[in-house]
């Protein structure tokens, strides 16, 4: 028996901000200082603030749409939504190559740190092996459990790098804060571009989407507080440091921050210093190495990729698929030891993809204006105009050797992209004799279909519920929840609808095509009117139908509705006690729905379980008076598939297939669950 298998809603505002400040609060503020003071010199202290205040325009367009399309993906998903497919698939894989080189160059510096100060012999590349396959073990077990351990790891490295500047302040020196910029000014915008990697991670907050509670309100506080207390702790840190060395000693050091506290607070301060450093590696380590897989899962999940990409694992309901092969690439990159492009390469894709995603956000203005957006930022177009700056204008600041590998990446993606296969034509090409071979083929299929309901009434909340339902036993064929969208007029309906399904939401008259236009044609696999009213639902699926969307189901009561659906290529369901089944058999069973002629209404494929003291248990199929029109098509015993014959017997506990119209399906259930 197949299970839907879906991500697990269990990170809070808590774990989600430790997402953020585990990947932020990186290597970053323990080795580029040191760069910087070259550069810059005290003016290195206005490079954080000034940098972290640019940042904070990107971090409010992912507030944004994080809170309005709450998938898993990211930045990825938000493009695919908002902009053409190539220019959604590219985003989705400039992020993948930064957040996988990031991870590379982050158990690069780990490795390097641990050989310089605790095992001067060990080999590199075993380091970065062991260290990739340990924490890829964390995430294979759950984002929460990696969480888990990032958080300590966090809190270490918090307390350390706070209680160094804290007690470092005591010990500035004025004379090495004057003066502010030795250098000139000149190099103040090429001091930000180098320590722009340092603000990079509130975005990967957004990555886990599909596993935090509540994301229409989570998100965009847990990005706000991690960009605050990113802040904060940079420039205090970087203050004390400047205040404390001057400039051109500490422009000397590799390890600035291990300096600076070896020569505070001698070997204790050293000691400290290494182990922050350590923690700080790890925590990013482990959040960036989640988030790619995440990426590459989102890739997989829309076809772009190989359909396996997009696997989660049945028990701990996370990516492996994509883990492996993100750790795999990790372990290339992190073998080669080339620390400063490694993350010149990940800068490039970082600077790339949030450039597109702010933009995504006049996109989205534009195209999807009665999205239900919880979190907006003011002053619109301004901001994600100022987050398409500040991305973009630092890109040209990296090193040229970023741009060639960028290039070539880029091209490698475009090839992806364009060379995926279509293997499942043949199917239609089985032999009628095999009919029944190509019925459980296709029962097997797994596919994740993009469901746009309209009108979230009860009828519209009944088939999104039984769409994402989880663990009930009859859910028998389905190997992952379907993508759930509503077009909702009512304003309190639309808040029931956001705290109950964590799904996009438009808000506006679903019978008009401009907001169907709005949700994107290449967004909807399948339609839905689900309106209480007969007549709306026609006018809403026949709009649907004419706007070129291939699969359309109205929800009809009266049947004289069921030519007019029907010449239209429409799917009419009219049964009300089977509505949302009937619904969920058509999207998860399409081959089998069109070998039973369920397009034109007359049929469906139900099941249910046969209960204790069933009249019909014990009883051959032969000998039960099953309604005329309808056959027992499956019977499921256990994990084990029986094909129905005359002489099977039934038995408690079978699950039991039924196809034929609606009404005899209805009768041959009541038989079956007719009781001694």
Same mark, same amino acid.
């Given at each position: 028996?197949?299970?839907?298998?879906?991500?697990?809603?269990?990170?809070?505002?808590?774990?989600?901000?430790?997402?953020?400040?585990?990947?932020?609060?990186?290597?970053?503020?323990?080795?580029?200082?040191?760069?910087?003071?070259?550069?810059?010199?005290?003016?290195?202290?206005?490079?954080?603030?000034?940098?972290?205040?640019?940042?904070?325009?990107?971090?409010?367009?992912?507030?944004?749409?994080?809170?309005?399309?709450?998938?898993?993906?990211?930045?990825?998903?938000?493009?695919?939504?908002? *902009?053409?497919?190539?220019?959604?698939?590219? @985003?989705?894989?400039?992020?993948?190559?930064?957040?996988?080189?990031?991870?590379?160059?982050?158990?690069?510096?780990?490795?390097?740190?641990?050989?310089?100060?605790?095992?001067?012999?060990?080999?590199?590349?075993?380091?970065?092996?062991?260290?990739?396959?340990?924490?890829?073990?964390?995430?294979?077990?759950?984002?929460?459990?990696?969480?888990?351990?990032?958080?300590?790891?966090?809190?270490?490295?918090?307390?350390?790098?706070?209680?160094?500047?804290?007690?470092?302040?005591?010990?500035?020196?004025?004379? #090495? *804060?004057?003066?502010?910029?030795?250098?000139?000014?000149?190099?103040?915008?090429?001091?930000?571009?180098?320590?722009?990697?340092?603000?990079?991670?509130?975005?990967?907050? @957004?990555?886990?989407?599909?596993?935090?509670?509540?994301?229409?309100?989570?998100?965009?506080?847990?990005?706000?507080?991690?960009?605050?207390?990113?802040?904060?702790?940079?420039?205090?840190?970087?203050?004390?440091?400047?205040?404390?060395?001057?400039?051109?000693?500490?422009?000397?050091?590799?390890?600035?921050?291990?300096?600076?506290?070896?020569?505070?607070?001698?070997?204790?301060?050293?000691?400290?210093?290494?182990?922050?450093?350590?923690?700080?590696?790890?925590?990013?380590?482990?959040?960036?190495?989640?988030?790619?897989?995440?990426?590459?899962?989102?890739?997989?999940?829309?076809?772009?990729?190989?359909?396996?990409?997009?696997?989660?694992?049945?028990?701990?309901?996370?990516?492996?698929?994509?883990?492996?092969?993100?750790?795999?690439?990790?372990?290339?990159?992190?073998?080669?030891?080339?620390?400063?492009?490694?993350?010149?390469?990940?800068?490039?894709?970082?600077?790339?993809?949030?450039?597109?995603?702010?933009?995504?956000?006049?996109?989205?203005?534009?195209?999807?204006? #009665?999205?239900?957006?919880?979190?907006?930022?003011?002053?619109?177009?301004?901001?994600?105009?100022?987050?398409?700056?500040?991305?973009?204008?630092?890109?040209?600041?990296?090193?040229?050797?970023?741009?060639?590998?960028?290039?070539?990446?880029?091209?490698?993606?475009?090839?992806?992209?364009?060379?995926?296969?279509?293997?499942?034509?043949?199917?239609? !090409?089985?032999?009628?004799?095999?009919?029944?071979?190509?019925?459980?083929?296709?029962?097997?299929?797994?596919?994740?279909?993009?469901?746009?309901?309209?009108?979230?009434?009860?009828?519209?909340?009944?088939?999104?519920?039984?769409?994402?339902?989880?663990?009930?036993?009859?859910?028998?064929?389905?190997?992952?929840?379907?993508?759930? @969208?509503?077009?909702?007029?009512?304003?309190?309906?639309?808040?029931?609808?956001?705290?109950?399904?964590?799904?996009?939401?438009?808000?506006? +008259?679903?019978? !008009?095509?401009?907001?169907?236009?709005?949700?994107?044609?290449?967004?909807?696999?399948?339609?839905?009117?689900?309106?209480?009213?007969?007549?709306?639902?026609?006018?809403?699926?026949?709009?649907?139908?004419?706007?070129? $969307?291939?699969?359309?189901?109205? $929800?009809?009561?009266?049947?004289?509705?069921?030519?007019?659906?029907?010449?239209?290529?429409?799917?009419?369901?009219?049964?009300?006690?089977?509505?949302?089944?009937?619904?969920?058999?058509?999207?998860?069973?399409?081959?089998?729905?069109?070998?039973?002629?369920?397009?034109?209404?007359?049929?469906?494929?139900?099941?249910?379980?046969?209960?204790?003291?069933?009249?019909?248990?014990?009883?051959?199929?032969?000998?039960? +008076?099953?309604?005329?029109?309808?056959?027992?098509?499956?019977?499921?015993?256990?994990?084990?598939?029986?094909?129905?014959?005359?002489?099977?017997?039934?038995?408690?506990?079978?699950?039991?297939?039924?196809?034929?119209?609606? @009404?005899?399906?209805?009768?041959?259930?009541?038989?079956?669950?007719?009781?001694?």
């Amino acid at each position: 028996m197949s299970k839907q298998i879906t991500f697990k809603r269990n990170i809070g505002l808590f774990m989600a901000v430790m997402i953020g400040i585990g990947a932020m609060m990186g290597p970053g503020i323990f080795a580029l200082p040191g760069e910087l003071a070259h550069m810059v010199g005290p003016l290195g202290i206005f490079a954080y603030l000034v940098m972290g205040l640019v940042t904070m325009f990107t971090a409010l367009n992912y507030s944004e749409l994080g809170a309005a399309i709450p998938l898993a993906g990211g930045g990825y998903s938000f493009t695919s939504r908002t *902009l053409p497919k190539p220019v959604a698939f590219l @985003t989705g894989w400039f992020f993948w190559i930064g957040n996988t080189v990031a991870c590379a160059m982050y158990a690069l510096i780990f490795a390097l740190t641990i050989r310089a100060y605790f095992l001067p012999t060990i080999n590199l590349v075993l380091l970065v092996c062991v260290t990739t396959v340990v924490f890829a073990g964390i995430n294979f077990w759950g984002m929460s459990q990696a969480l888990k351990v990032i958080t300590i790891m966090n809190l270490v490295e918090l307390a350390i790098l706070i209680g160094v500047a804290a007690l470092g302040t005591f010990q500035i020196e004025p004379e #090495n *804060l004057s003066p502010v910029a030795p250098m000139g000014y000149s190099p103040f915008i090429p001091g930000m571009a180098l320590i722009y990697i340092s603000y990079v991670g509130f975005d990967l907050i @957004t990555v886990a989407a599909e596993e935090i509670i509540a994301p229409a309100k989570t998100i965009p506080r847990a990005i706000l507080i991690t960009m605050g207390v990113g802040i904060v702790i940079y420039v205090f840190v970087i203050f004390t440091m400047m205040g404390s060395v001057n400039h051109s000693v500490l422009a000397k050091s590799d390890v600035p921050f291990i300096f600076t506290a070896d020569r505070l607070f001698g070997v204790w301060g050293r000691w400290a210093g290494i182990v922050a450093t350590i923690m700080a590696s790890l925590s990013a380590f482990s959040v960036t190495l989640g988030a790619s897989a995440r990426i590459l899962y989102a890739l997989g999940r829309d076809g772009h990729l190989p359909l396996f990409f997009a696997r989660l694992h049945k028990r701990f309901r996370t990516p492996h698929v994509a883990l492996l092969i993100c750790g795999a690439i990790v372990i290339a990159f992190g073998s080669s030891g080339i620390v400063k492009l490694v993350a010149s390469v990940s800068d490039f894709g970082y600077l790339m993809g949030q450039g597109i995603v702010c933009f995504s956000v006049i996109a989205l203005h534009k195209k999807m204006p #009665n999205l239900r957006r919880p979190f907006k930022v003011l002053f619109f177009p301004c901001v994600p105009i100022c987050g398409m700056l500040a991305c973009w204008l630092f890109v040209p600041a990296l090193e040229f050797r970023s741009f060639i590998l960028g290039g070539i990446l880029t091209v490698a993606g475009a090839g992806v992209y364009l060379i995926r296969p279509a293997n499942r034509a043949r199917l239609n !090409k089985l032999p009628k004799a095999f009919a029944w071979v190509k019925m459980w083929i296709l029962l097997r299929r797994r596919k994740k279909m993009r469901v746009l309901i309209i009108n979230g009434g009860r009828q519209g909340q009944n088939i999104a519920k039984r769409l994402l339902a989880r663990d009930e036993y009859w859910l028998l064929f389905r190997s992952s929840e379907h993508q759930i @969208t509503f077009i909702e007029e009512d304003e309190t309906l639309c808040k029931e609808l956001e705290q109950r399904f964590n799904a996009p939401i438009y808000q506006g +008259d679903g019978t !008009k095509k401009e907001l169907i236009e709005q949700v994107g044609l290449d967004n909807i696999d399948v339609a839905i009117a689900s309106s209480e009213d007969d007549g709306r639902n026609v006018i809403v699926a026949l709009q649907a139908k004419r706007l070129g $969307i291939q699969q359309v189901i109205a $929800i009809v009561q009266d049947p004289d509705y069921l030519p007019l659906l029907d010449e239209s290529g429409v799917v009419a369901i009219s049964a009300p006690w089977a509505t949302a089944a009937m619904v969920e058999n058509y999207l998860d069973r399409p081959g089998v729905a069109e070998l039973f002629e369920i397009s034109s209404g007359v049929a469906s494929l139900v099941g249910m379980v046969v209960p204790e003291k069933a009249k019909v248990a014990g009883n051959l199929i032969q000998n039960i +008076d099953i309604p005329k029109n309808c056959v027992v098509a499956a019977v499921i015993r256990g994990k084990k598939f029986v094909v129905p014959r005359g002489e099977t017997e039934i038995k408690v506990g079978d699950h039991v297939v039924f196809v034929g119209p609606a @009404t005899d399906i209805k009768e041959a259930q009541d038989l079956f669950m007719l009781k001694e």
